[in-house]
């Protein structure tokens, strides 16, 4: 077997999730990883850690001094304002950039068939740098349209090597702060309903063991462009619930179908899974979500009560 050269790989963010599974990865493959953040919560063994505030390019330049990397692997750009700064600093310093997006750049599909990266075409996409993207709420709120415009600033015009993985929702690990999972055991232990809408549409997911090896693949690939990351075949709300319920001693689901109003995670009134061929045709193998789903929920959920 031919050993892969070792890259010089920057991972911005990276403390926690799918973030430490990729560096604990790109360790075991033999590259050499540095992780800027903002100094919250120190690096793993044998990583270099940079500290600057990623939203001020003064601190970011300073930080990276004369570096230069193969790859760059962007966990935390939310906003077209960090994609451009992004864009400015590392321009000249890195061979490739990938950027973690994620399925919410499709929150406006509502297809009944698999998404391909063409429905969402950075090119096409309008940059507004004067909106609130500093206003933390503004920016959670409008999660989707900030991924969108940080994929056109990276994309626009030659010279920056990019592409924009579009994640599906990550499932497992004992580590995942998210809570959703958490929530449907916790209806399912007090006997209370589960909101979903009236018509509830099946979704695509990915393991976060998975979506950690795609992110280290794609660093050592040269395409660009936009790719989704997604396992096979989509999950409904029910499939999931199921798989709690077996997690937690006589759970069972009861479905309350509301037409307005909030609903319960994991659950869409819209169709936009996303297809994964373009993954598959360049050359990443994801597994199915029914084959992992049953550990995923038990990584997250521990043994039971």
């Given at each position: 077997?031919?050993?892969?050269?070792?890259?010089?790989?920057?991972?911005?963010?990276?403390?926690?999730?799918?973030?430490?599974?990729?560096?604990?990865?790109?360790?075991?493959?033999?590259?050499?990883?540095?992780?800027?953040?903002?100094?919250?919560?120190?690096?793993?063994?044998?990583?270099?850690?940079?500290?600057?505030?990623?939203?001020?390019?003064?601190?970011?330049?300073?930080?990276?001094?004369?570096?230069?990397?193969?790859?760059?692997?962007?966990?935390?750009?939310?906003?077209?304002?960090?994609?451009?700064?992004?864009?400015?600093?590392?321009?000249?310093?890195?061979?490739?950039?990938?950027?973690?997006?994620?399925?919410?750049?499709?929150?406006?599909?509502?297809?009944?068939?698999?998404?391909?990266?063409?429905?969402?075409?950075?090119s096409t996409v309008t940059?507004?740098?004067?909106?609130?993207?500093?206003?933390?709420?503004?920016?959670?709120?409008?999660?989707?349209?900030?991924?969108?415009?940080?994929?056109?600033?990276?994309?626009?015009?030659?010279?920056?090597?990019?592409?924009?993985?579009?994640?599906?929702h990550v499932l497992g690990?004992?580590?995942?702060?998210?809570?959703?999972?958490?929530?449907?055991?916790?209806?399912?232990?007090a006997g209370e309903p589960?909101?979903?809408?009236?018509?509830?549409?099946?979704?695509?997911?990915?393991?976060?063991?998975?979506?950690?090896?795609?992110?280290?693949?794609?660093?050592?690939?040269?395409?660009?462009?936009?790719?989704?990351?997604?396992?096979?075949?989509?999950?409904?709300?029910?499939?999931?619930?199921?798989?709690?319920?077996?997690?937690?001693?006589?759970?069972?689901?009861?479905?309350?179908?509301?037409?307005?109003?909030?609903?319960?995670?994991?659950?869409?009134?819209?169709?936009?899974?996303?297809?994964?061929?373009?993954?598959?045709?360049?050359?990443?193998?994801?597994?199915?979500?029914?084959?992992?789903?049953?550990?995923?929920?038990?990584?997250?959920?521990?043994?039971?009560?």
């Open positions: 077997m031919v050993m892969e050269k070792a890259r010089e790989v920057l991972v911005i963010g990276g403390n926690r999730y799918v973030g430490k599974r990729l560096i604990a990865r790109l360790l075991a493959e033999g590259h050499r990883v540095t992780v800027l953040n903002r100094g919250s919560a120190p690096p793993p063994a044998g990583v270099e850690h940079l500290v600057a505030d990623r939203d001020d390019e003064r601190s970011l330049t300073g930080a990276l001094g004369s570096r230069v990397f193969d790859a760059v692997v962007d966990q935390v750009c939310y906003t077209p304002r960090q994609a451009a700064i992004a864009r400015r600093v590392f321009t000249g310093r890195t061979r490739r950039y990938v950027l973690t997006s994620t399925v919410e750049v499709y929150e406006y599909e509502d297809s009944p068939v698999l998404v391909r990266e063409e429905a969402v075409d950075p940059v507004d740098l004067d909106l609130p993207w500093d206003d933390p709420a503004f920016r959670e709120s409008h999660y989707g349209e900030g991924k969108r415009q940080a994929e056109a600033v990276l994309a626009a015009g030659p010279g920056f090597p990019s592409t924009s993985v579009r994640v599906a690990g004992d580590d995942d702060f998210t809570g959703r999972l958490a929530h449907y055991a916790d209806r399912m232990r589960i909101a979903v809408p009236a018509v509830n549409r099946p979704a695509t997911y990915v393991y976060v063991e998975e979506i950690a090896r795609f992110l280290a693949w794609a660093a050592g690939q040269d395409f660009t462009g936009p790719v989704n990351a997604a396992s096979h075949g989509t999950l409904t709300t029910e499939e999931l619930c199921a798989a709690v319920a077996a997690r937690v001693p006589g759970g069972r689901a009861v479905f309350r179908p509301v037409e307005v109003g909030e609903v319960s995670p994991f659950s869409f009134r819209r169709s936009y899974g996303m297809d994964n061929t373009r993954a598959a045709r360049l050359g990443f193998a994801f597994t199915d979500a029914r084959q992992w789903l049953p550990t995923a929920v038990a990584e997250t959920l521990g043994k039971g009560d």
